[in-house]
């Protein structure tokens, strides 16, 4: 949640705490029952903060006890992404979150980031445990930057220190917010599906992997160049198809802010 202190001029995050109480036991409570949130800090910042994310760090994780990053992004009056990590330990002394904010990169190397998120497992070959996918470019002709570049890009996050952003595929006058990783040409390596946002439509796309690391990831349309999806928001599902329970459909379904639709897609088999 952000928030803008009118006499101070600032922005921040704000946490609020939310004391969930559930049936156990067999007790029961009644339903006039109210769920309060408090309050827990005010972070103030001096940049004005577009998302959030809590990113789970599978170097320290475990089922039983998971460790937490939160990351936030923003592109006024700068481009930048911001990371606390050990969020879980980090709220019980909220006072000290500011001191462990760190920038992980800026304007210069990443403009407009719009989305951040964990790259999978086994991605790519020789993957480092814990890398950043970044999804970024402006996404609308009202956007102060809408001459800029757009790109996804991978950060390894396992180093200490100097998180490089590599991007993966760049395009200029587009934008990027979100992306799924799923083998799309069934050649045994994860690709990438994202949407490329422009002032006036969306295009779902698929990023292929390269066979090496040097190679070129190259994009193949998944809708039509001609018909616009309507956003740059969109969900991926696994479901079995009918009478064949061996084999699987993979679904996307893209949310048409521009043209009031919900879009399904399907691959099924081999998608060049």
Request: a positive charge; glycine letters at 6%.
């Amino acid at each position: 949640m952000t928030l803008f202190n009118e006499r101070q001029r600032y922005i921040g995050l704000m946490l609020v705490f939310v004391n969930m109480l559930s049936p156990i036991l067999g007790q029961h409570f009644p339903s006039t029952v109210q769920y309060k949130a408090k309050k827990l800090y005010e972070m103030q910042l001096d940049l004005e903060p577009t998302s959030v994310k809590i990113l789970r760090d599978p170097r320290y994780s475990s089922e039983v006890t998971p460790v937490f990053d939160l990351a936030f992004m923003a592109f006024q009056p700068r481009s930048e992404i911001r990371k606390i990590s050990d969020l879980t330990v980090r709220v019980n002394e909220p006072q000290e979150m500011a001191d462990y904010a760190r920038t992980i990169t800026g304007e210069i190397h990443i403009p407009v980031p719009n989305n951040v998120g964990v790259l999978p497992p086994n991605t790519l070959d020789r993957q480092p445990p814990y890398v950043w996918w970044v999804a970024a470019g402006a996404l609308g002709p009202s956007s102060a930057f809408a001459s800029s570049t757009g790109a996804i890009y991978l950060i390894d996050k396992s180093k200490p220190t100097e998180w490089k952003p590599v991007p993966i595929y760049r395009e200029n006058n587009v934008g990027f917010s979100h992306v799924e990783w799923i083998d799309m040409d069934l050649d045994g390596k994860k690709d990438c599906v994202t949407i490329k946002g422009q002032s006036n439509r969306g295009q779902l796309i698929w990023l292929r992997q390269p066979i090496t690391d040097s190679g070129t990831w190259q994009a193949f349309p998944i809708s039509n160049v001609t018909v616009d999806v309507g956003g740059t928001d969109f969900k991926m599902m696994r479901v079995k198809v009918p009478r064949r329970p061996n084999k699987e459909r993979v679904l996307f379904i893209v949310a048409g802010l521009r043209t009031a639709t919900l879009t399904a897609y399907w691959v099924d088999g081999m998608f060049i």
